[in-house]
């Protein structure tokens, strides 16, 4: 079904579930993964980097930690992947990735928010359902070992 699995991670809660979700489903398909993290050196990062030199390789450090969690989340899931970091912005680096790669799945966290917040903020989720042309799995819920290795019922 699914031959190349592109997970997201941010480290967030929202994140973990989706790499698990986007982990279990990877290791049934027997499908290759790339975890992609995706540095958003925005404004106010680069603010701070002209108040107080090293806040962007400060932001950089902090997402290769961030990366480097998700690969030992996905060993500790009995799956081998390939990571990369990548800046700019979110929506644009994942499609670009996903585009690069031939991925057949992007697997991706779901933040809820409230109407206004959804109003102010971009929707890197809503870009996405839009520019890729492979299948895009916004993970909302926590998924067990035991909910991958069940089978559904009829």
Known sequence: MYKKVLLTYDGSAEGRKALREGAMLARSCDASVLLLAVVDLSADVLMAES???????????AFEEI?????????????SST??????????????????????LIVVGHRRQ???????STSVTR????????????????????????????
């Open 67 to 79: 990366l480097a969690e998700g690969v030992r989340r996905l060993e500790e899931l009995g799956l």
């Open 83 to 104: 990571s990369r970091l990548e800046i700019g912005d979110p929506a644009r680096k994942i499609e670009a990735v996903a585009n690069e790669i031939g991925a057949d």
């Open 114 to 120: 409230n109407a206004l917040a959804r109003l102010w």
């Open 127 to 154: 870009y996405l359902m839009d520019a890729v042309n492979c299948s895009l799995l916004i993970s909302g819920r926590e998924v067990s070992a035991s909910d991958a290795a069940t089978p559904p019922s009829a």
């Open 51 to 61: 108040a107080a030199p090293g806040a962007a390789e400060h932001e950089m450090k």
